[in-house]
């Protein structure tokens, strides 16, 4: 079996394992500017189409029906899918569908075949097709084939990548006295259904020599806030986790909000208040779970900036200092 990564993402602009280029990656970024002009529901479709197109297309060549739905996880209102569910040609593209929208997410496999789902629109598949014939099939709908063994399989966990990639990230926790302002995000294949920071994301080009402007633009699109409604902002934690083929680069900024500044609300979930105390009992992501248990009983007393290594275990944490 071949495997391959299939994208919408152009590889000459990846430098050093960094897309260096800024585009749209989910559906949460339809009205939003990119290159120059809005980014369209139509717009959408259209590359959403695409996706599906190619996927139906390599499963009816590879005659890998029916397909088995692996590892479901439902975040839909109403369930459409079931664990181990054989998947036919006429369900393809509603399950296709509803991955690439964040409405569920699986796995989906037959013997010698199999079409795995990352976040951000890129995708996964295995099958007998020569890398020549991937990437003139993929090329048919304007995507981009690269051989790489996926992320996603049962047993990856257990073996080094053959590939890592970069990905930095940032987030912005707001304190008020004993209580931090927390954002339930919902539906992102990344973090969906836990409490992260009140503002964050991912790093745009421009950005990856600036945390401090990435934050501050996720800030201002996610809260409304701006650098004059805070006090002492500052990057407290540096964080790498291992996940997914990736190394995963977290800048993690604490700051206070001046009085009678409020934050709106957020198109990325739900933002609330929670105690200091009350933290260790929220459904978190592993490593913002780690930085905040380290600030409630270390980091709050410090003016320190420290770096801190993922693990499964939990995270080791060293200040940081110049020499």
């Not at 707001?174 to 503002?199: C, D, M």
């Not at 990057?235 to 500044?261: H, S, W």
């Amino acid at each position: 079996m071949h495997e391959y990564r299939v994208t919408k993402y152009d590889p000459q602009y990846r430098v050093n394992g960094v897309y260096t280029r800024t585009e749209w990656t989910n559906i949460a970024d339809v009205g939003r500017m990119y290159d120059g002009r809005i980014f369209t529901m139509a717009d959408y479709e259209r590359a959403e189409q695409q996706h599906i197109d190619f996927l139906s297309a390599l499963a009816a060549r590879e005659g890998a029906f029916p397909l088995t739905l692996r590892s479901l996880e439902d975040r839909s209102d109403e369930t459409r899918w079931e664990e181990n569910q054989k998947i036919m040609p006429a369900d393809l593209s509603a399950i296709i569908r509803d991955v690439l929208r964040e409405e569920c997410w699986c796995r989906l496999e037959a013997p010698g075949f199999f079409i795995h789902f990352g976040y951000e629109y890129y995708m996964y598949v295995g099958c007998t097709h020569t890398t020549e014939a991937m990437a003139e099939l993929a090329g048919a709908y304007a995507l981009f084939a690269e051989p790489m063994r996926s992320p996603y399989h049962p047993d990856a966990v257990d073996e080094p990548p053959a590939t890592v990639d970069l990905r930095p990230m940032t987030a912005l926790y707001l304190t008020r006295g004993e209580e931090i302002l927390l954002l339930y995000r919902t539906g992102s294949r990344v973090v969906g259904n836990s409490y992260t920071g009140a503002a964050g994301g991912h790093m745009e080009a421009d950005e990856y020599n600036s945390a401090r402007a990435c934050v501050l633009r996720e800030l201002r699109e996610e809260t409304g806030l701006t650098p004059d409604d805070l006090t002492d902002l500052a990057m407290r934690y540096v964080t790498l986790r291992l996940k997914d083929g990736e190394i995963r680069q977290n800048y993690y900024f604490f700051a206070g909000l001046r009085p009678g500044c409020q934050p709106g609300e957020s198109n990325e979930g739900r933002l609330e208040w929670h105690h200091l105390d009350a933290l260790a009992a929220l459904p978190m992501p592993h490593t913002a779970k780690q930085v905040l248990m380290h600030y409630v009983a270390e980091g709050r007393f410090t003016q320190l900036l420290y770096g801190g290594v993922s693990a499964a275990d939990g995270t080791v944490f060293t200040p940081m200092t110049e020499f």
